[in-house]
């Protein structure tokens, strides 16, 4: 089973997303929360400092785990980790093979954007989008 995290990061009623790009491996073009694999010999808390420095060029400080969940994507099982915190600094793009936009929505918008499957799912379990 592969592990990765992710990171819901919110101000007030706000939430900041990037968009993968069109070169992305998966869900191109899509808006989703920045997180990734967890690397061998990794916890979970630095693999997604790690990722959120990496991805969006800030610190990232986690508040709290918001759950866990399995899931299947093709192939493969996912153990993925969500967690909860804020960010010091300006988030700005780092790879552009990667990510090609940054943006904050507030929650009302959610139900309109072009979201990753698993990023609407776990919206919808926040209660952020009706499904």
Do not use: C
């Not at 400080?61 to 915190?85: A, N, P």
Request: charged share 35%; no cysteine; glycine share 10%.
């Amino acid at each position: 089973m592969k592990q990765a995290v992710t990171a819901v990061i919110r101000e007030g009623n706000e939430i900041l997303l990037h968009r993968r790009s069109l070169e992305s491996r998966g869900q191109p073009g899509k808006w989703e929360n920045a997180g990734g694999e967890i690397d061998e010999g990794e916890t979970p808390e630095e693999a997604i400092v790690r990722e959120i420095k990496e991805e969006l060029g800030v610190d990232f400080l986690i508040e709290k785990r918001i759950y866990e969940d399995d899931f299947e994507s093709g192939e493969d099982t996912w153990h993925v980790i969500i967690f909860g915190g804020s960010i010091l600094g300006v988030p700005r793009l780092m790879d552009p093979k990667e990510t090609m936009e940054i943006k904050w929505f507030d929650l009302s918008e959610l139900k309109d954007v072009d979201l990753a499957s698993y990023t609407r799912l776990d919206f919808e379990k926040f209660g952020w989008i009706k499904s």
